[in-house]
């Protein structure tokens, strides 16, 4: 029998959002993992050994899935951990591990409902004192270094004695595998910057208060001195999210548990479907300039992005089911589409499968890839992100993120495959970076590149579709293939600019304006 797995949801203050991982029934205990320790690793560790407890396990704001808005103060951000801490009911135990000890006593020390705290791995304490991250530097940097010292700063922790080179340490059967050492990294890689503030601030931090938190050695010692009194019920309840601001959630359907990021209010969706191997959180400059008018909600396909990774093979088809089962999850009959590259290709399927519910479609970019094409793509394009103690796979990801700024296909560099256009800035290339290698597979984006052609799909088309492709997009010159095979459901426009580009503001004035006015013209 498979051993259970942590799931990821969101808590929302009405400000801001907390991620968590939960496994188990029973009584809440909240779990501060640790800065050395991924918290799904650890999420499923505490799961295994306490079963009868309901383990929650926070990433702490700026850290794993937890946003960290740029307008919240440090108070503000601890603020949150306390208001999730307070819903969850009177006589709360809390746990934390290595680092976070000092961190979680501060925080608890204002919650009127913790009943006992916990300190494991106290021991770590002089050992992490020797790694000063501050003379390492985590600063995001274009070549991508920052992720392999983060890699090599929690190894050498991890294996080294007393972190001197040159002597190994501990016993290599205690040693954390690739995959622990993985989810270390996309914990604390999300914003380096933070978990370096948190390094810095556990190693300066005041003494804790031992009356209310008891240092132990293992998790299996605290299991005797915890409350096993009548649990909660129930999934943990939080505010509503306001509805200028873009929050991040969970929904299930069919086949498996979708992240999606959603803006705006009312009774109008818009479903946006991504391009590429990442996270829909490259369609947040398309929520920002829709979400007045819509609700719009960019999921990540199933196993890619912030959904929980799944290497299952796939098809568009079923890519196409999956987004209707999303809009269903939410509670919609019907909905506007947009979809974008490999989401153009899942919005075509969805609005082939659904021509009642799709009300409208745009198209931005649909990719028309000859057969000789995609054969020769194939190997190229997917080189196995296998991981290793050392994280080669890191610098490789990353260098087949950046180049694919440059070139299209970002394998062949050469000066005929360039994209002239202006690269974002390298916090999205980090963004972009750290989604790929939390999926380490891109089963949709495989299918849109080396299987899927759409050729024959678009004459199947009844509802009403625009088409478009901005002037730098990889895709502009597809649209003549395009025109000679949509049915008569589709209007072709010329836009100024690819609503999520870093492009000029007047052109993205323009093109915002368009699709609003297309997506609205269904309305009497």
Same mark, same amino acid.
């Given at each position: 029998m498979d051993q259970a797995q942590p799931k990821p949801y969101y808590f929302n203050d009405g400000k801001s959002q907390l991620h968590y991982w939960l496994i188990g029934e029973g009584k809440p205990l909240v779990v501060f993992p640790g800065l050395l320790?991924?918290?799904?690793?650890?999420?499923?560790?505490?799961?295994?050994?306490?079963?009868?407890?309901?383990?929650?396990?926070?990433?702490?704001?700026?850290l794993g899935g937890s946003p960290l808005p740029q307008n919240l103060t440090a108070d503000q951000r601890a603020e949150v951990i306390r208001k999730f801490v307070a819903s969850l009911g009177s006589g709360i135990d809390y746990l934390a591990f290595d680092l976070q000890g000092p961190l979680a006593s501060a925080l608890m020390a204002g919650c009127a409902n913790v009943q006992?705290?916990?300190?494991?791995?106290?021991?770590?304490?002089?050992?992490c004192a020797r790694h000063d991250l501050r003379c390492r530097s985590l600063a995001l940097s274009w070549?991508?270094?920052?992720?392999?010292?983060?890699?090599?700063?929690?190894?050498?922790?991890?294996?080294?004695?007393?972190?001197?080179?040159?002597?190994i340490g501990g016993t290599p059967e205690d040693y954390m595998t690739p995959d622990e050492l993985d989810d270390a990294v996309l914990t604390f890689g999300v914003t380096p910057s933070v978990y370096e503030d948190l390094w810095h601030d556990a190693l300066t931090a005041d003494p804790i208060d031992e009356d209310r938190f008891a240092k132990v050695e293992s998790l299996e010692a605290i299991s005797s001195n915890l409350d096993a009194s009548a649990a909660p019920s129930g999934l943990i309840e939080s505010p509503?999210?306001?509805?200028?601001?873009?929050?991040?959630?969970?929904?299930?359907?069919?086949?498996?548990?979708?992240?999606?990021?959603?803006?705006?209010?009312?009774?109008?969706?818009?479903?946006?479907?991504?391009?590429?191997p990442g996270s829909s959180s490259a369609l947040q400059?398309?929520?920002?300039? =829709? !979400?007045? *008018?819509?609700?719009? @909600?960019?999921?990540?396909?199933? +196993?890619?992005?912030?959904?929980?990774?799944?290497?299952?093979?796939?098809?568009?088809?079923?890519?196409?089911?999956?987004?209707?089962?999303?809009?269903?999850? =939410? !509670?919609? *009959?019907?909905?506007? @589409?947009?979809?974008?590259?490999? +989401?153009a290709g899942v919005a075509i399927e969805l609005a082939i499968q659904e021509p009642v519910r799709v009300k409208r479609l745009i198209l931005d970019g649909v990719v028309m890839r000859r057969p000789a094409e995609r054969v020769e793509n194939s190997p190229a394009y997917f080189p196995d992100l296998l991981?290793?103690?050392?994280?080669?796979?890191?610098?490789?990801?990353?260098?087949?993120?950046?180049?694919?700024?440059?070139?299209y296909p970002w394998f062949k560099i050469e000066s005929q495959y360039a994209q002239h256009w202006t690269t974002p800035e390298v916090p999205v290339l980090h963004d972009r970076v750290i989604c790929t290698l939390r999926?380490?597979?891109?089963?949709?984006?495989?299918?849109?590149?080396?299987?899927?052609?759409?050729?024959?799909r678009l004459a199947l088309i009844t509802v009403p579709t625009l088409c478009v492709a901005g002037p730098n997009d990889a895709f502009v010159k597809d649209l003549v293939l395009a025109k000679e095979v949509a049915s008569d459901s589709f209007v072709f426009e010329d836009i100024q600019a690819t609503i999520y580009f870093p492009e000029a503001e007047s052109d993205l004035r323009n093109t915002t304006r368009l699709m609003i006015d297309f997506l609205n013209g269904d309305r009497s």
């Open positions: 320790t991924g918290s799904a690793t650890r999420a499923a560790e505490v799961g295994r050994v306490l079963p009868s407890r309901r383990v929650i396990c926070v990433d702490l704001p700026g006992s705290g916990f300190w494991i791995d106290a021991e770590q304490w002089e050992k070549d991508g270094t920052h992720l392999t010292k983060l890699w090599h700063h929690i190894r050498d922790i991890d294996i080294l004695e007393d972190g001197n080179p040159r002597k509503e999210p306001p509805s200028n601001a873009t929050m991040r959630d969970y929904v299930d359907i069919p086949r498996g548990r979708v992240h999606l990021l959603r803006k705006g209010s009312g009774n109008r969706l818009l479903l946006a479907l991504m391009a590429g400059p398309l929520l920002d300039r =829709l !979400g007045d *008018d819509f609700l719009v @909600v960019a999921p990540d396909y199933i +196993g890619q992005g912030k959904s929980p990774r799944n290497t299952a093979p796939t098809n568009m088809a079923q890519l196409g089911r999956d987004a209707a089962d999303v809009a269903a999850a =939410l !509670g919609f *009959d019907e909905y506007l @589409v947009y979809g974008t590259h490999t +989401g991981v290793d103690s050392w994280g080669s796979h890191l610098l490789q990801c990353w260098n087949i993120r950046r180049d694919g700024f440059y070139f999926s380490r597979t891109t089963p949709a984006y495989q299918v849109a590149i080396c299987d899927y052609d759409a050729t024959d």
